[in-house]
DNA sequence: CTGGATCCCTCACGATACTG
DNA sequence: CAGTATCGTGAGGGATCCAG
């Protein structure tokens, strides 16, 4: 792509991610390597030869690392550089800001480990201490001193089960409608009182 | 631009701001509103039917407003609405990001306000506290305990002079060549070592 | 089966000219 | 000043094909 022609960190920045496709293969890398294939199934309307450009202009920019898993797994893996991994906070505030206008889930076709990153992303910060469960749906994770695990922890403080629009719900205007919560709804109430306005004023 | 098919908060958000442009667009209007001529001129190399687009498209998407002016100064400007200040910790973490693989700047060409917008981006998060006066080429600004502003001020604690790649220096590497500082020299080294590494390790 | 490369087609982008 | 109209180019999307 082009350069935008300014001296701006900004620009800059977005020359190297900023073509279409580009962050969000950052955001599957955020979750370990991965090899071209996953990388085709995790962005499904990705051309191949798309996938192929970004990966090596990433790589070229010095995000994205190429290696040979040695044998007997002989195939190769991306992973993004300690330079790609900075990307983490500028994808956080981005997702943040577009969980705002998203709307609630379609049931079907959620990703496999959405709730662990949904944890992660709107209530991590919020929930500094204590041990939250949650089942979802057919996801399982857990909130443990503000980090999200996989799985429901044993001897949670709270265990929330309900399914991905009620989930959805919980978070974003706080109904409980179809939300089953045992043990301390108190303190699963506090975390979500800490939560602002989340949906477009709009 | 088509949708990424997923439900996903960050491929929500680059269907909002993820073309080419709408970005840098956010960032101009990060500064007040500005008129269709301004954001010319601020983004010289974007097509003004383009420029018309990515209004259209914030527009919709509740990101930017336009607005007449009342007369006599009837004329329209663009600015940004609530939702669309939000954006303003994603453009700084990018920014931030962006900065450290940027390089020195040119001598010429810098954009009218960037120091003040340098001093917000690099300093801002460091020096809560102190008056930090600077004078760098043709541009002034100060930082009041954190907050940026236009002009030298009175009585700073510490008075910085140098051109645009000394001041690049001097928060990259910490390097003093070529800057003279007056004042309490030792404050302005205590927030420079607050800095992490800047520079791209590779 | 993984890891791509190639082709084609469409549309978005960039430059410029033009209008209310 | 604030856009719209037009047109050429090239990047992105989709399908297919090929090599290890």
Redesign the pocket.
Known sequence: ??N?GQYCPIAHALGIVG????LLLVRELLDGPK??????TGL?????????????DLEAAGVVE?RR?PPPAA????ELSPYGQDLRPVIHELARWGARSLGPPPLHALEPGWLMHALDLALSPLARSGRFAFRIGDEEASLVDGRPVAGVVEDADVLVETDAVGFYHLVADRQLEGVRVDGDVALLESVLAAFGPTLLPA
């Open positions: 792509m082009k935008y073509e279409r496709w580009s090899r071209y294939t996953d990388l085709v499904p309307k990705i051309g191949t030869n798309n996938l192929a450009a970004r990966l090596k190429k898993l195939s190769t893996v991306y």
